[in-house]
Structures are given as structure tokens and as C-alpha cells.
């Protein structure tokens, strides 16, 4: 929820200032000389352009923000997976030393390219650049309703910059301020979902990964993530993928009972994972 706050901020701004961009660029075309409906439609018609320079130059940034983002919801997987497990750690690596050496390789162990870690955790998942097109492209759709409707009842440059704004900014439910928050949520969320589920498949201890519904979760008997809750644990590799956009439901490992955990770890059976990752570290 941190990365995601810190996410909403930045695409507020972008939001804010494309809105404002948008309307400056209709705004411009009014100050050219020249009366009547003609001149009314061209003006119109040159906005729609304008405005679309405007889109693709929010969707781009909104692109590196979300990337930017996705970076720091891995390593914020991978410190609440470390977070959790002090206690197994303290069980495998009684050495203080060794183990912070242990738990820095763990930290290091994050793909440090996010989508191609979703793809390849979550096999479905639509590229970024694929999603941010398609995003751009219902923005585009959108802004050409918009034009249309101001062509068909006469409306002036004046009229349509003000629903431009309106439309772009983020204090507006729906449209293009939505569908930039709901592109960047999902790929945040997604990013966090797919290193945890990669951290638990590389965990000896870990036997599988249950699936908890997020605090802001909205009761609905066909959803899908109710379903994978009333099921609740799953198989470290077949952990379903995000069902929905914006969801922020998460997967937390289900490991052995302590007495097993420390029994196994005294006798060896963890010295390869402990020998891998060290020696990565070193």
C-alpha cells in the first residue's frame, strides 16, 4: 500500500498537469483569427489533435512511473518475506554474522527486471508497453466522443477544453484519470504478487501459499479472489494470478511447524538453499 500511495501521488501530478496542458492546447487554438462554423470545426478538429499529443506524452510518463514503481514492490515483497521469517532464519543460520549474510543474498535475490518477472510468474499478464498502448488507445476513443459530441451541438474550443480538463483530471471518477490509476494499481499489486510467489518457490520451508483477502475488499459471492480464499492454500507453482484489475488481495507462504522446521535444519536438509544463497552474497 506504500508503493501504491507513493504510485497514486506521482500520476496525480501527471494527471494534474496533463489536464492543464490539454486545455492550454484547445485554448491556443481559439486565439487564431477567423469566425463561423468552418473555422468553429477546424478549430474543434485541431484540438482532438492536440489533445492526443497531450495523452500520448501522460501515458509514456505514466509508463516510467509505473515501472519506477514496480521496482519498489519487489523490494517491498521481499522485505516483509524477510520480515516474517526471523524466526526461521534464527533456526537455519544461528550464526548472527552468517546470517545477515543470508538474509542480504535473499535481498538480492529480486529480478531486478519487473516485467519480465511478471510474465514469467503470472503467464497471462499483458506486457506493460501492451497495456499502456491499449490504455492510450480507450483515452484516444474517449477524447474522439468527446470531439464529436462538441462538433455535433456547436460547441466553441472554450466549451471542449473545459471537458477535456474535467475529463483528464484525477478528482474525476472514470476516464482517463481512472483508467491511469487502474493500469498503474494493477501492475504495482501484480509485481508485489509475482515476488512473492517466486521468494516461496525457491524456500525449501515453504509448502504452499495462501490466499488472503486485502482489508479494502468489496463482498462479492462471484468473485473469483473469494473463491481462491475459501480454497486457501495453494501449490507454490500453480498460485493463480490476479483475477481482476486493482487487486489488492495477497498471498502470504504457509511453512512447516517449527519443530519440523528446526529438526530438518540441524540435520542438513536446508545446507544447499543456506550454501546457494551465501555464496551468491559473497
Excluded at 462554423?37 to 478538429?45: C, E, M, N, S
Excluded at 521468494?199 to 501459499?209: I, T
Aim: charged share 25%; net charge positive; aromatic share 6%.
Amino acid at each position: 500500500m506504500k508503493v501504491e500511495k507513493a504510485s497514486d501521488k506521482d500520476i496525480i501530478e501527471a494527471l494534474e498537469e496533463a489536464a492543464k496542458a490539454a486545455q492550454e492546447a484547445v485554448e491556443e487554438l481559439m486565439s487564431k483569427p477567423g469566425i463561423g462554423a468552418a473555422v468553429r470545426r477546424a478549430q474543434l478538429i485541431g484540438g482532438h489533435g492536440a489533445i492526443t499529443k497531450v495523452l500520448h506524452k501522460l501515458y509514456r510518463r505514466l509508463g516510467f512511473i509505473i515501472t519506477d514503481q514496480q521496482e519498489a514492490a519487489i523490494q517491498a515483497a521481499i522485505e516483509a518475506n524477510l520480515e516474517w521469517q526471523q524466526r526461521i532464519l534464527k533456526a537455519i543460520e544461528p550464526n548472527a554474522q552468517k546470517r545477515n549474510v543470508l538474509q542480504a543474498a535473499m535481498r538480492e535475490g529480486a529480478d531486478r527486471n519487473p516485467q519480465a518477472l511478471v510474465a514469467r510468474m503470472l503467464h497471462t499478464q499483458m506486457p506493460l508497453s501492451k497495456q499502456v498502448y491499449r490504455s492510450e488507445a480507450l483515452s484516444k476513443h474517449w477524447i474522439s466522443k468527446l470531439v464529436n459530441s462538441a462538433l455535433a451541438k456547436g460547441d466553441s474550443a472554450a466549451d471542449l477544453a473545459k471537458k477535456v480538463r474535467d475529463y483528464i483530471h484525477p478528482g474525476v471518477r472514470g476516464g482517463i484519470s481512472y483508467a491511469a490509476m487502474r493500469l498503474a494499481r494493477t501492475e504495482i499489486n501484480n509485481a508485489f504478487h509475482a515476488q512473492a510467489i517466486k521468494d516461496a518457490q525457491e524456500q525449501p520451508w515453504v509448502h504452499g501459499m495462501k490466499w488472503n483477502l486485502s482489508r479494502v475488499h468489496e463482498r462479492d459471492p462471484g468473485d473469483l479472489c473469494e473463491a481462491y480464499a475459501r480454497r486457501g492454500v495453494f501449490p507454490t507453482n500453480a498460485v493463480p494470478r490476479k483475477p481482476h484489475p486493482q487487486c489488492r488481495c495477497f498471498v502470504t507462504p504457509e511453512v512447516m511447524d517449527l519443530e519440523s522446521l528446526i529438526t530438518r535444519a540441524r540435520s542438513g536438509d536446508f545446507s544447499k538453499y543456506v550454501s546457494e544463497k551465501t555464496s551468491l552474497a559473497a
